[in-house]
Nanobody
Framework: QLQASGGGLVQPGGSLRLSCAAS????????IGWVRQAPGREREGISF????????YYADSVKGRFTISRDNSKNTVYLQMNGLRVEDTAIYFC????????????????????????????WGKGTLVTVSS
């Protein structure tokens, strides 16, 4: 299973670091990404990092502000969010894809400008991020 944490209330321009802890499966067999769902909107894949770290994806909406990282020794993936905006308010989920899907996922995401959400093997419970003054 996956468990996201670290959400909260932050002012515009502020920072948060989300964590996604994995358990119950072989972490090294799965790439992990972050997906968010804003009120009244569909889920949006915003970032993904391969197991080896050789490939990453960021949606245009977060590029340059968010950074994904992965600590395989702790079975944890992080999302450092800087320069938060009101429009970043959402529930943030982490999701796991089998390793063999990593490169097709990133290639499709880069060509389509959106991260496909099919093929997710595990979904974590979300953590709420609220950006407000």
């Amino acid at each position: 299973q996956l468990q996201a944490s670290g959400g909260g209330l932050v002012q515009p321009g502020g920072s948060l670091r989300l964590s996604c802890a994995a358990s119950g499966f072989t972490f090294d067999d799965y790439g992990i990404g972050w997906v968010r769902q804003a009120p009244g909107r569909e889920r949006e894949g915003i970032s993904f990092r391969s197991v080896s770290g050789d490939r990453e994806y960021y949606a245009d909406s977060v590029k340059g502000r968010f950074t994904i990282s992965r600590d395989n020794s702790k079975n944890t993936v992080y999302l450092q969010m800087n320069g938060l905006r009101v429009e970043d308010t959402a529930i943030y989920f982490c999701a796991a894809w089998k390793r063999h899907l990593e490169h097709p996922l990133i290639t499709l995401a880069q060509s389509m400008g959106a991260m496909p959400l099919n093929g997710v093997a595990y979904w974590g419970k979300g953590t709420l991020v609220t950006v407000s003054s």
